[in-house]
C-alpha cells in the first residue's frame, strides 16, 4: 500500500505539472483556439505573469464574449437546429476546468512540500538534541491568541460596517418597542460573546501545556454553579417578560380597535400578491376558492353584495399615522406576508386568513428624505419558500397622508368588472345544476 | 436475549477466533458495533461531502447571479442550461443539502458513529445489546441515503420544498416539479431512516442500561455515554412523530386524502381537497424538528465534554451539573417546538408560551458553556487536534446559541423569521457545533477505531482552515437577515434594498469554496492515514475511560480477558498525590492510596478506615468521616 516513487520520477511528474498548467491556463489556451488576435495578445500577457488565479479568471470571460461568442450564442438558442447536443459545450470548458484542477493540486503539493520540511526541520533538531515537545503547543496556542484578536476585531467590523448597512429603525408604531428589545438584547449578547470568547480562548494561551507545569485538580463549586445558572436565569426571566408582554401587545389587538381599523386584504399566489380594498361599506366582501375562474381569479364571491364594490389595487397603499388590518390569505401553497421596514410578518396560509394590524408613522415620502434616496421604497416580499418565482415575488408598499390616501383610493377600479357581472349573470342561471352536485358531497 | 449470549464470562472469548468471519460479515453485514461505526462512519463522511459540494454549487449562484458557468452545463444538463442553474434546481440543492447535512451527516454519521463505538467500549460491554439489530439500523440508513441521491436521478429533479417539505408546497406536483417523484423518493428515504434510528436508539438505550460492567452505575458513566443516552430517548420519542407526519403526507401526495390540504387553486386549477390544515404538518414536522436540534447538537457536546477533560489533564467542571444540564435540555427540547411557527398564525397566545419555554432552554445551555471554560481554566492543555475542534465548536455552540435569544423572542422573531439570520443562527450553533463535535470525535477516537494515528499537522491546517471559513461563511449572514433577506432566494438581484449584500455574498462565497477545499485535507488525512498512519499505541491521549484499555487490534468481544471492573469516575486526571496526571476508571483505589480523598469513598466506611490506617503510617491527613 505504500505509495513511493522514486527521485527521478518525482522530478518528471512535477514537470510534467508544471507544463500542464502552463498550457491549459485559460488565457493561454484560449489563445490557440481563436482566431481574434487582439484578445490573444492580451491573454498571452496575462499568462506570462505566472499563475495569478483571479487574472485568468477575470481574463476568461472577457476573451470569451470577444472570441467565441458565436460557440456561446449556439449554445443558448434553442431555435438553431443543432446537430449534435454535444457539441453545445464549448470545449474551452474542459480546459478550464483542468487549469483549476491542476492549480489546486500544485496548493496541494506546496503545503505538502511544506510539511515535509517541517517535519526534516523536527527530526533534525531531535537529533541534535534541540527538540522541544512543546514548541507546537505553545504555537497553537499563540494562534488561538491572534484569533481571538482577529475575531474581535471582525466582530467590530460587522456591527460598524454590515451592522450599520442592516439596520434601519422601524417605521411603524409596534416597530419602535420590537427595536428597543433588539438593541437590549443585542448588547446583551454582545456583551457575553466577548466576555466568553476572551475567555475561552485566551485561557488556552495562558493554561497551556509545559514542560512542569500541572493541572489544577478542580472538579465542581457548587456556589459557582449555582450562581451563573441563576445569573443567565434572571436576565433571561426579564428578556421573557419583556417580549411577552410586547408579543401581546402586537398580536393582541381589541376588538374595538380591529374594527375601527382600515381593513385591506391580501392575497399570495406563486408569485404574485393580490390586494383587495373593501371599497366604500368598509367590509371585504366574501371569498370562494371554488369561484375561482379564468376572469375571477381572485375567487371573490360576489354572491355576497358585499364585494360587489370592492377595489382593486396595484400596490399596497396606506395612510400614515392610522391603523391598518391586514387579512392575509393564499390561493395555492404557503407564502408569507413580509415588510422588513415595518417588522410585519405573518403566513399566508391557505383556508385561514391570518390577521395582522400595525400603524405606520413615516410615510414613504419623508422616508426618501430620511434614506436620502429619492427612489427608496417600502417592500412586502415573500417570505416562505413557494417555488421558482419565490425570489421576486414582491409588492410595493407606499405610506401616503390621509388626503392622498382618499385621493388615490378613489381612482381604483372595482372588482366586479362589467365583463364579471356578466359571468357572474351567466352562473346565476346555472346554478340549479351546481346545487344538485353539492349537495351530493 | 442477546445480552446472555454476550457473557462475561472470559473462555468464550478467548484468543482463539471460533467465529468463522468471511469478507460479506466481517466488513458488509457486519453485527460488530466497531465496524457498524466505521461504516456509519465512512457514510456519513460521503454524505457530508456530497451536501457539501451541493452547497458550493448554490453558493456560486448567490455570488455570481449573472453570471454564466458553463461548466455546470456540464454536470447539471438541464438544470444548468447555458451554464446558469434554474431557480428551481437551486431550492432543489437547498432542500438536499439542508435533508442530508441535518438527518444523514449530523444525525446518523455523528451519533451513529460514536454511539455504536463508544457505548459497549466506554460501559465495558462485549457488544451491542442486540448486534443484529445494529446492523439493522444501518442498513436501512444506508438504503435511505441511497435513495435520497437517486433522486437527483429523476426526470423532475430532487425534492426541492426545503428541508422542512411544508406542504401544500410538498404535497401539489403542480405548484414546483421536485413535489413529483423526487418527493416520494424523500419520503421513502426519511421513513426508512426513522425506521434506522428508531432501531438503534432502542438498541444504545438498552444497552446503556443493562451491559454495563461491573461498577460502572450510571454515575460513573463518562458525559459521552450520558449524551448518546439522552439522545437516543429524545429521538426515539420524537422521531415516530416525524413518520406519522411523513405517512399522512404520502396519504395526501398518492391517495386523495386532506390532512394538510385545503382551499387551493394551483396554476389556476381548483383541487378538491377540504378540510385540511398545513399548519397540522408543521406541528407534526418540528415536534420531531425541534428535539432533532438537540439530537444533533448534544452527542457533540458530550464528545466535547470528554475531549476537552482529557486535553485539559483536568476533571470536567461540575459533571453533575453538565449530566443534570443534558437532562434539563432534552426535556425542555420537547415542550419548545412552537417557536418556529410564530409567525404561521399559531394562536399567538400559544406562542407566548413557547417563547417561554424556549427562553428556559437556554440555561441549561450557558450552564453548559461556562462548564467548557471552568474546566480550561488552570488546566494543562494540550493541543491536539481534537482538543483544537473542540475548542471551536464550544466556540460556535455559543456564538450561535446567543442569537437564539432574537428568535425564540417572538417579538423579535416577527422580523427576522425565515431571514439570513436564521440560517446563520442555525448553522452556527447545529450545523458547525455539531460537525465540529463530530470532527473532533474523528481525531480523538481515530487510533481506537483504525488502530492508527492521524497526522497531527494536516489536522491543525484543516482546523483553522474550517474555523476561520465557518465564521467568515456564517457570521456575515446575521447582518443580511436584519436588514430583512429572506433565506432561499435564488438570486438578490430582484430588490434594490439587496444589492448591497451581493459584495458580501461574494466573499462568504470565497471562504466557503475555501474551507470545502480544506476538507480535502481531512479526507487524505483520514483515508490515507488508514493504511499509511502511524501505528497507534494503546492509549495515545493518556485517557480514563475504559475504550483505551482494549488493545489496538480489534477483536470479538473487546476485551482478550476478563471484563475490566470500574472502580472510579471517569476524570480522575492531574489527581494531586498520583504519580501520573491520569487515573483509569478500571485501577481501584487500593492502588492509588497516595491520591485518595474521602469523596472517592462515598461513605463506605471500611474503606475510610483502611485508608486512614494508611494515611496515618504515611503522616497524611487523617479523612473525616
Not at chain 1, 380597535?257 to 366604500?280: C, D, H, M, T
Not at chain 2, 431550492?91 to 458513529?113: D, E, K
Request: with cysteine; aromatic share 14%.
Amino acid at each position: 500500500m505504500k505509495f513511493k516513487i522514486n527521485n527521478r520520477f518525482k522530478g518528471v511528474l512535477g514537470c510534467l505539472l508544471a507544463v500542464g498548467l502552463f498550457v491549459s491556463t485559460p488565457s493561454f489556451a484560449l489563445q490557440q483556439d481563436s482566431l481574434a488576435q487582439d484578445s490573444a495578445v492580451t491573454a498571452v500577457a496575462d499568462s506570462s505573469a505566472t499563475v495569478a488565479p483571479v487574472d485568468s479568471a477575470t481574463a476568461v470571460p472577457a476573451a470569451d464574449s470577444a472570441s467565441v461568442a458565436p460557440a456561446a450564442k449556439a449554445s443558448s438558442s434553442s431555435s438553431s437546429p443543432s446537430v449534435e447536443p454535444e457539441s453545445t459545450i464549448d470545449p474551452q470548458v474542459y480546459k478550464d476546468l483542468t487549469y483549476y484542477v491542476l492549480l489546486f493540486l500544485i496548493i496541494c503539493t506546496v503545503v505538502a512540500v511544506i510539511g515535509k520540511v517541517l517535519s526534516v526541520y523536527e527530526l533534525t533538531s531531535k537529533m541534535n538534541g534541540k527538540y522541544n515537545p512543546f514548541s507546537n503547543n505553545k504555537f497553537q496556542s499563540v494562534l488561538f491568541l491572534v484569533f481571538l484578536v482577529a475575531f474581535l476585531g471582525f466582530v467590530y467590523y460587522g456591527y460598524a460596517v454590515w451592522g450599520s448597512w442592516a439596520w434601519r429603525a422601524a417605521v411603524t408604531e409596534h416597530g419602535k418597542s420590537v427595536d428597543t428589545m433588539f438593541i437590549i438584547t443585542t448588547v446583551i449578547i454582545t456583551i457575553v460573546l466577548v466576555l466568553i470568547h476572551i475567555l475561552l480562548l485566551g485561557f488556552p494561551y495562558i493554561y497551556r501545556m509545559r514542560a512542569d507545569s500541572k493541572a489544577f485538580y478542580y472538579p465542581h463549586n457548587d456556589t459557582i454553579e449555582k450562581i451563573w445558572t441563576i445569573v443567565p436565569a434572571i436576565v433571561l426571566t426579564v428578556l421573557v417578560l419583556f417580549g411577552f408582554f410586547t408579543w401581546r401587545s402586537i398580536t393582541n389587538v381589541p376588538e374595538d380597535l380591529q374594527k375601527s381599523a382600515i381593513q385591506i386584504e391580501v392575497l399570495g399566489e406563486q408569485f404574485q400578491w393580490q390586494v383587495r380594498y373593501p371599497g366604500n361599506d368598509g367590509v371585504i366582501g366574501k371569498r370562494n376558492y371554488k369561484m375561482t375562474t379564468p376572469m375571477n381569479s381572485y375567487g371573490i364571491d360576489f354572491n355576497d353584495q358585499g364585494a360587489w364594490d370592492d377595489l382593486q389595487a396595484s400596490d399596497i397603499v396606506i395612510p400614515v399615522n392610522k391603523s391598518v388590518r391586514f387579512h392575509i390569505i393564499s390561493k395555492d401553497i404557503i407564502h408569507s406576508f413580509f415588510i422588513p421596514d415595518f417588522r410585519v410578518q405573518i403566513n399566508a396560509v391557505p383556508g385561514m386568513t391570518n390577521y395582522f394590524q400595525f400603524t405606520p408613522t413615516v410615510t414613504t415620502a419623508e422616508m426618501r428624505e430620511r434614506m436620502n434616496d429619492p427612489l427608496y421604497d417600502y417592500v412586502m416580499l415573500c417570505n416562505k419558500i413557494c417555488g421558482s418565482g419565490h425570489f421576486n415575488m414582491q409588492k410595493k408598499v407606499i405610506v401616503v397622508t390621509e388626503a392622498e390616501y382618499k385621493e388615490w383610493l378613489s381612482t381604483q377600479n372595482k372588482y366586479f368588472t362589467e365583463d364579471l357581472q356578466k359571468e357572474f349573470a351567466d352562473a346565476k342561471v346555472q346554478e340549479p345544476s351546481h346545487l344538485a352536485s353539492a349537495s351530493l358531497n | 436475549m442477546s445480552s446472555t449470549v454476550i457473557s462475561h464470562g472470559a473462555a468464550h472469548h478467548d484468543a482463539d477466533n471460533h467465529h468463522h468471519e468471511t469478507f460479506l460479515t466481517k466488513y458488509i453485514f457486519s453485527q460488530d458495533h466497531k465496524m457498524i461505526a466505521k461504516q456509519f462512519l465512512i457514510t456519513g463522511i460521503v454524505m457530508a461531502v456530497f451536501a457539501m459540494v451541493l452547497s458550493i454549487l448554490f453558493r456560486i449562484q448567490l455570488a455570481w447571479p449573472d453570471k454564466d458557468f458553463p461548466i455546470l452545463e456540464v454536470f447539471l444538463g438541464k438544470w444548468a442550461e447555458g451554464g446558469r442553474m434554474k431557480p428551481e434546481f437551486f431550492l432543489s440543492l437547498v432542500t438536499i443539502h439542508g435533508t442530508m447535512m441535518v438527518f444523514f451527516v449530523l444525525t446518523a454519521g455523528l451519533s451513529g458513529t460514536f454511539s455504536n463505538l463508544l457505548i459497549p467500549y466506554q460501559l465495558g460491554a462485549r457488544d451491542m445489546a442486540s448486534p443484529l439489530m445494529n446492523m439493522i439500523s444501518y442498513w436501512l440508513f444506508f438504503t435511505a441515503c441511497v435513495l435520497m441521491v437517486s433522486s437527483f436521478f429523476v426526470e423532475s429533479g430532487p425534492a426541492s420544498a426545503g428541508w422542512t417539505i411544508y406542504p401544500p408546497l410538498s404535497a401539489v406536483p403542480t405548484a414546483i416539479a421536485g413535489s413529483g417523484l423526487g418527493m416520494t423518493l424523500w419520503l421513502i428515504s426519511m421513513t426508512l431512516f426513522i425506521a434506522s434510528q428508531v432501531v438503534g436508539g432502542v438498541n444504545y438505550i438498552s444497552t446503556v442500561l443493562n451491559l454495563r460492567t461491573k461498577g460502572m452505575d450510571l454515575w460513573k458513566m463518562p458525559l459521552t455515554i450520558w449524551a448518546f443516552f439522552l439522545t437516543a430517548i429524545v429521538g426515539l420519542l420524537s422521531f415516530p412523530v416525524l413518520v406519522s407526519a411523513v405517512v399522512l403526507l404520502f396519504f395526501d401526495r398518492s391517495v386523495g386524502t386532506s390532512f394538510y390540504l385545503s382551499d387551493l387553486v394551483v396554476q389556476g386549477q381548483i383541487l378538491p381537497n377540504e378540510g385540511g390544515s398545513p399548519i397540522l404538518f408543521q406541528h407534526l414536522f418540528w415536534f420531531l424538528g425541534h428535539p432533532e436540534v438537540y439530537i444533533v447538537v448534544m452527542p457533540a457536546l458530550g464528545l466535547t465534554s470528554e475531549v476537552i477533560s482529557t486535553n485539559s489533564r483536568k476533571p470536567i467542571f461540575g459533571y453533575h451539573a453538565m449530566v443534570y444540564s443534558l437532562v434539563g435540555i432534552s426535556v425542555l427540547s420537547f415542550i419548545v417546538w412552537g417557536h418556529h411557527m410564530f409567525v404561521t398564525g399559531m394562536n399567538p397566545f400559544l406562542g407566548g408560551v413557547f417563547m417561554i419555554t424556549t427562553l428556559i432552554i437556554a440555561v441549561p445551555s450557558a450552564v453548559k458553556a461556562f462548564n467548557y471554560i471552568a474546566t480550561l481554566w488552570r488546566g494543562n492543555i494540550r493541543f491536539t487536534p481534537a482538543m483544537m475542534f473542540a475548542i471551536g465548536m464550544v466556540s460556535f455552540f455559543v456564538s450561535g446559541g446567543l442569537t437564539g435569544l432574537y428568535l425564540g423572542n417572538a417579538a423579535l422573531d416577527i422580523n427576522l423569521h425565515d431571514t439570513y439570520f436564521v440560517v446563520a443562527h442555525f448553522h452556527l450553533v447545529m450545523g458547525s457545533a455539531s460537525i465540529f463535535g463530530m470532527l473532533c470525535g474523528v481525531y480523538h477516537w481515530y487510533p481506537k477505531m483504525f488502530g492508527r494515528m492521524m497526522d497531527t499537522k494536516l489536522g491543525y491546517l484543516h482546523f483553522w482552515l474550517t474555523f476561520l471559513g465557518a465564521y467568515l461563511v456564517f457570521f456575515p449572514m446575521h447582518f443580511m437577515g436584519i436588514d430583512g433577506v429572506p433565506r432561499r432566494y435564488y438570486s438578490f438581484t430582484a430588490f434594490p434594498f439587496m444589492e448591497k449584500w451581493v459584495s458580501v455574498n461574494l466573499l462568504i462565497t470565497w471562504a466557503a469554496i475555501i474551507a470545502g477545499l480544506a476538507q480535502v485535507a481531512f479526507l487524505w488525512n483520514f483515508f490515507s492515514s488508514i493504511w499509511k498512519g502511524k501505528k497507534a499505541p494503546q492509549n495515545p491521549w493518556g485517557s480514563n475511560t475504559l475504550e483505551w484499555t482494549t488493545p489496538v487490534e480489534h477483536i470479538h468481544g473487546n476485551w482478550p480477558g476478563e471484563i475490566p471492573t470500574v472502580y472510579r469516575w471517569p476524570y480522575d486526571y492531574s489527581k494531586p498525590g498520583h504519580d501520573t496526571d491520569f487515573i483509569p476508571q478500571n485501577v481501584p483505589h487500593s492502588e492509588t492510596m497516595s491520591s485518595n480523598l474521602a469523596h472517592d469513598f462515598e461513605g463506605n466506611e471500611e474503606a475510610v478506615r483502611i485508608q486512614n490506617e494508611w494515611n496515618k503510617a504515611n503522616n497524611r491527613e487523617i479523612i473525616e468521616e
